[in-house]
């Protein structure tokens, strides 16, 4: 019965839909422990926490209870908790950690999660983390750092698993069996020749399975791509996405390995690039965070804001253009809004979509008229159903029937003008090396209001008055 009960004990808890964020009673007792300062307490709290939950919770509490929590953990404090921090607070905790319990913790983690820890800290806070390591990672975390900030070099961990061409499986069991040095996780033991050149990777579930006698030149897997140190990031998530990596040896100009790249680093890459899509497609700093203070959360904000306010003027122009047709028929002032709105909407879904294509690769030269041609075929159906909806609105509304066909002709126009927009104007920024995601909210809204005004209160000026 007893042993039944271990077992039981030893189970993972099995997490129901939405349990995967903190719990309010759990966040509370832990602020209580704080505020009683119950270090025994706290540290039985946060025992049973992932670091990238208690990374949450630092993030979600104000500077001042942060502080004392991270005081009253004290030694107990993971250096895995420090990778999984924004980076906005890491350097406020780091400042507050003291020096051996930072050293500790930094111990701890693989040289890629150095990298990516001390990259946008200060150089006195790198030096106090880099004089924490062994001399052998210090050399491998300040290599990593002498390549540029979105290279592979600065992606890859030094740890890595290697083994002779002419091994066998057996050899390599020995060899894993006997070594005091492999990293906590890998995936793969890379084959290299002589001069350390990659030439293929065995899993470790094929080793596991064949015979001692098997060589491993005979269980490569057939996926096999090598990174080049200097290749940009964003292209390393783009190959582990594409061809489903687990694992990537790093090779150096002479193609000779220096490290490895594993998915988890570079789904990261994958999930900060979606993050700063999305932040930039709404006209947001991508390095905006809730932990931002108010004049820094303005700051990021105010650039593209002004450039709204520039276009929307332009827009206004459009409409002053014809303010004596609004005088003498106020109907339009009241429909305005409704073409406005409907391009700018119709416009940002084509954008966003065309900007997701353009990141994962799936808009090219070769299938760009296409894509083009797909997208004002959209506007137009839209354009003319609801062409045929606000025609029949505005006939019932102000019983002027050219009115309806004046608002229903503008929709159809205004739709197509917003379907070319949200396409043409990304590629043309992908084209000449300006961001898509970043720049071209404002010009797309742009061109919808203006082409939406002017069809709309041209053809009014010049059918109904």
Request: hydrophobic content about 50%; overall charge negative; cysteine-free.
């Amino acid at each position: 019965m007893s042993e039944d009960t271990s077992i039981e004990s030893t189970q993972p808890e099995i997490l129901e839909k939405g349990e995967y964020k903190l719990v309010k009673r759990d966040v509370a007792a832990i602020l209580y422990a704080v505020d009683t300062e119950d270090a025994s307490k706290l540290r039985e709290l946060l025992e049973p926490l992932h670091p990238a939950d208690i990374a949450d919770l630092l993030e979600q509490l104000n500077t001042f209870d942060r502080r004392r929590l991270v005081l009253l953990f004290g030694q107990d404090f993971d250096g895995d908790i420090l990778s999984e921090l924004d980076e906005s607070i890491r350097e406020e905790i780091i400042a507050v950690l003291h020096p051996d319990i930072l050293a500790e913790a930094v111990r701890e983690l693989e040289t890629d999660d150095v990298v990516d820890l001390v990259e946008d800290l200060d150089e006195p806070q790198q030096e106090a983390i880099l004089e924490a390591l062994e001399d052998s990672d210090r050399v491998a975390v300040e290599q990593a750092l002498s390549y540029p900030e979105y290279a592979a070099g600065r992606l890859m961990q030094r740890e890595v698993v290697t083994a002779p061409e002419h091994w066998t499986v057996g050899d390599a069991i020995d060899f894993l069996r006997h070594a005091e040095d492999l990293p906590d996780q890998f995936y793969h033991v890379i084959l290299v020749d002589p001069r350390m050149h990659p030439m293929g990777n065995v899993t470790l579930g094929k080793i596991m399975s064949s015979g001692r006698d098997v060589p491993l030149t005979q269980i490569v897997e057939e996926a096999f791509r090598v990174i080049p140190v200097m290749q940009d990031e964003g292209d390393v998530a783009y190959a582990f996405n594409q061809y489903h990596l687990i694992s990537a040896p790093v090779v150096d100009e002479d193609g000779r390995l220096v490290g490895v790249i594993t998915i988890d680093d570079a789904m990261t890459v994958l999930d900060e690039e979606h993050e700063e899509d999305i932040l930039r497609l709404a006209g947001v700093s991508d390095e905006a965070s809730l932990s931002d203070s108010i004049l820094e959360a303005a700051k990021g904000r105010a650039t593209w804001l002004f450039v709204n306010l520039f276009t929307a003027i332009l827009a206004s122009l459009v409409i002053d253009m014809f303010a004596e047709t609004i005088d003498q028929m106020v109907a339009l002032a009241v429909l305005m809004p409704i073409v406005a709105s409907m391009g700018g909407n119709a416009g940002t879904q084509t954008m966003t979509v065309t900007v997701r294509a353009l990141a994962t690769r799936d808009l090219t030269a070769q299938n760009a008229m296409r894509v083009v041609w797909r997208e004002i075929s959209v506007g137009a159906l839209n354009g003319v159903l609801f062409g045929v909806v606000m025609a029949g609105v505005a006939a019932l509304w102000f019983g002027v029937p050219m009115l309806a066909i004046v608002i229903g002709v503008a929709m159809v126009l205004t739709q197509v003008a917003a379907a070319i927009g949200g396409i043409i104007i990304p590629m043309a920024l992908d084209r000449f090396g300006v961001d898509p995601a970043l720049a071209s909210g404002p010009f797309v809204t742009t061109v919808t209001d203006v082409v939406g005004f002017f069809a709309f209160l041209g053809l009014a000026a010049s059918v109904l008055l």
